[in-house]
């Protein structure tokens, strides 16, 4: 009963480092979402993905790029890494009906020095 | 404007205390409500959706008022095991965008 998976769970980038954040799940849902999470600032949407094939930009989408690979897997992409880019990292996934909660990897925490 | 806005923290209750969280949000097109708890270094977790009657699950109580776009926790008899960040989530107009508020700090004292 894995739910939503997130590789790796901690890294460690320098500046211009490229990295690709992996998520997957297997609970069937539509809906994919990759959020950051600073201190203060609640989770703020980076990219979603209402289905397979689709993607969509959300509140903070510079510096990153996504791919939604097939309907379990929705991978986040850091071309050039920026100290700013320093956070934690949670995808999710959601089903498609409107009260559908959403569930959420355990984090992978970026730091880039 | 946010589109989803939270009470500022943090709260510091003792226990046996109610408090309450409001969580107000910019798209009067927003159809889903919902609140998470997230521990510490956790990732966050569903509470409880939001259903516009209004929805009880034992001491937590949320409530949605569409007029005034805001959404209400309410969580009775606090326990210590309440402390956590509370967050509220929108689902934004008929896309599947899901937009979080910053999240509110809650602490139950001994």
């Known amino acids: 009963n894995a739910g939503v998976t997130q590789t790796p769970k901690f890294q460690v980038l320098k500046t211009g480092q490229s990295m690709t954040l992996q998520c997957a799940q297997d609970?069937?849902?539509?809906?994919m979402y990759w959020y950051r999470q600073d201190p203060g600032m609640g989770l703020r949407l980076i990219y979603y993905?209402?289905?397979?094939?689709?993607?969509d930009k959300g509140e903070v989408p510079n510096g990153y790029n996504v791919s939604r690979l097939n309907k379990r897997e929705f991978s986040l992409r850091l071309e050039s890494a920026a100290p700013s880019q320093t956070s934690v990292y949670f995808c999710?996934?959601?089903?498609?009906?409107?009260?559908?909660?959403?569930?959420f990897g355990q984090g992978t925490r970026l730091t880039v020095v | 404007r946010k589109e989803v806005e939270q009470d500022p923290g943090p709260f510091n209750v003792p226990e046996g205390a109610t408090v309450a969280f409001n969580c107000t949000y910019s798209?009067?097109?927003?159809?889903?409500f919902f609140w998470y708890r997230q521990d510490c270094r956790k990732e966050p977790k569903l509470l409880m959706s939001?259903?516009?009657s209004g929805n009880e699950d034992g001491r937590f109580t949320a409530q949605l008022n569409r007029a005034s776009q805001y959404i209400s926790l309410l969580i009775r008899d606090s326990k210590l095991s309440d402390s956590a960040t509370y967050l509220c989530?929108?689902?934004?107009?008929?896309?599947?965008?899901?937009?979080f508020g910053s999240g509110t700090q809650l602490t139950v004292l001994p």
């Open positions: 999710a996934s959601r089903g498609e009906y409107r009260l559908n909660e959403a569930f």
């Open positions: 609970m069937n849902h539509n809906s």
């Open positions: 993905s209402a289905s397979e094939g689709t993607t």
């Open positions: 798209n009067s097109a927003s159809q889903s």
């Open positions: 939001v259903y516009s």
């Open positions: 989530a929108v689902n934004m107009g008929s896309a599947r965008q899901l937009t």
